[in-house]
């Protein structure tokens, strides 16, 4: 039989998955992880094969990660990322070595399509952040009120696994339907804000940091990107069409790939998708 395909750095695929937990639970967490290291528990990938990273954080913490995503380290600090390839990925590493450094998250500069996975094993503390799109999905759930555990994925089946996972000597933990998540989903299609199917568990929003330290019962989450749309725009509407037409020229030539590769887009008929496939 012929070899699965491996991944390009090109395609910005992957998962991960991430349990910190009281180091009294070490041995359970070890063989939760354990668990993980076989490819059935993890979503597919359609033939493409996907060697999974165990990176242990600190006693009784860590991450297993699938996919193209990279590692940087420095003592006890770490950070995890995956991105799509694009010149924009130099922006998310910066973001990276700034929390290496002196554990600072600077998004000012970052445009990039990523998700960023950080931590410090000295101060057992833990950062999610996703991109101003949320191109990459993150959820995460904190099983015990007193904040010795926290768990996070890029993936709902991910997140549930682990959450009821059968801890020896412990409380058994379920996952339990969000009704309000239900009534949004059928009235909008969709589910808003950090509200999850679960009750238990929190979608990171777009363009948001959350920042958590063993020992507090929830992180703090913040936003350091958002839409803006000003009330008052003096400039006139041939303008504002100039200036549109520019972005989005911008914005496919810094995305798109090296020209000797090929590439397109997703048209489905709407107003953005047709614009970026007539450009």
């Not at 904040?147 to 059968?166: C, F, H, K, N």
């Amino acid at each position: 039989a012929s070899a699965a395909p491996a991944l390009s750095p090109l395609s910005g695929l992957g998962d991960f998955v991430l349990i910190a937990d009281d180091e009294r639970r070490q041995a359970a967490t070890m063989a939760m992880a354990e668990a993980f290291e076989d490819q059935t528990a993890w979503p597919r990938l359609g033939d493409i094969n996907a060697p999974i990273e165990r990176i242990e954080l600190w006693p009784g913490a860590v991450l297993l990660a699938r996919g193209v995503g990279t590692v940087q380290t420095a003592g006890r600090a770490g950070a995890w990322l995956l991105s799509v390839d694009t010149p924009h990925r130099r922006e998310a590493e910066a973001v990276a070595q700034g929390w290496l450094q002196g554990r600072r998250i600077d998004m000012s500069s970052a445009s990039a399509r990523f998700v960023l996975v950080l931590w410090d094993g000295e101060t057992r503390e833990l950062a999610l952040v996703t991109d101003g799109f949320r191109t990459y999905p993150v959820v995460y759930a904190l099983p015990d009120n007193n904040g010795q555990t926290m768990i996070a994925a890029s993936d709902l089946r991910l997140l549930r696994v682990a959450y009821e996972w059968p801890y020896v000597g412990g409380k058994p933990r379920a996952l339990t339907m969000n009704p309000q998540a239900v009534y949004h989903y059928l009235n909008f299609s969709f589910v808003p804000n950090e509200a999850c199917i679960w009750q238990q568990a929190h979608k990171l929003a777009p363009g948001s940091t959350a920042r958590w330290q063993a020992g507090k019962a929830m992180p703090t989450v913040k936003t350091w990107w958002d839409a803006r749309y000003p009330e008052d725009n003096p400039d006139d509407d041939t303008r504002r069409a100039a200036e549109l037409r520019q972005l989005i020229l911008d914005s496919v030539r810094r995305y798109g790939q090296a020209p000797a590769r090929n590439w397109g887009t997703f048209l489905s008929g709407g107003t953005d998708s047709s614009s970026i496939s007539g450009i």
